[in-house]
């Protein structure tokens, strides 16, 4: 079946320090994934993305890692800031090109940012 | 240039009543997905709209329908409410030549 799954509902950790944020995918054929984040009262904002032809991702202070061996992904942010605090999903996309397919995401983790 | 734009942000509707939520999307994306966010889960994939016709769809029953609109315009349309339909529902749009969605704020139904 198709799945995306997050390892921990919730992250905390102090302002300045690095946030890592984990999910886990089930469908070896995947092969465009992306990080959203979405903060209270709006919709999900693309961070992003990364092919199954590339290993790791880097954009500004954020770095997405992609094990297929393992199918799993990470989200990197460095130097967390207040900012940061939303929930976070990861999304495979299937069914269709990058921009065609659906989303199909994880439950989310929440990162709380500590002053 | 506006983003994903929907309509309205809020509302409440009785069970057993049908329900009329609108989406503009992106300038110049001519592809609309609608997804269903209940609270505390991720968003779960309604429909998708290309060229006016329905291209894919995910598990919603036949209550779910929707329609896209010359202007890339789309509405999703729930008839029969059910309690479990009160959900944040998103609507995301893309361009063909480039990766990704654009989504909007999201339409919160409440349904009593």
Known sequence: ???????????????????????????????????YKQESGKGP???????????????QRVTVLLNKTV???????????????????????????????????????????KP | DAGVTQSPTHLIKTRGQQVTLR???????DTVSWYQQALGQGPQFI????????????????RFSGH??????????????LLGDSALYLCASSLPEADGYTFGSGTRLTVV
Request: net charge negative.
């Open chain 1, 1 to 35: 079946g198709e799945s995306v799954g997050l390892h921990l509902p919730t992250l905390s950790v102090q302002e300045g320090d690095n946030s890592i944020i984990n999910c886990a995918y089930s469908n070896s054929a995947s092969d465009y994934f992306i990080w």
């Open chain 1, 45 to 59: 904002q693309f961070i992003i993305d990364i092919r199954s032809n590339m290993d790791k991702r880097q954009g």
């Open chain 1, 71 to 113: 199918k799993h992904l990470s989200l990197q942010i460095a130097a967390t800031q207040p900012g940061d605090s939303a929930v976070y999903f990861c999304a495979e996309n299937q069914g269709g090109s990058s921009n065609t397919g659906k989303l199909i995401f994880g439950q989310g983790t929440t990162l709380q940012v």
């Open chain 2, 23 to 29: 989406c503009s999307p992106k300038s110049g994306h």
């Open chain 2, 47 to 62: 429909f998708q709209y290309y060229e006016e016709e329905e291209r894919q769809r995910g598990n919603f029953p036949d």
């Open chain 2, 68 to 81: 896209q609109f010359p202007n890339y315009s789309s509405e999703l349309n729930v008839n029969a409410l």
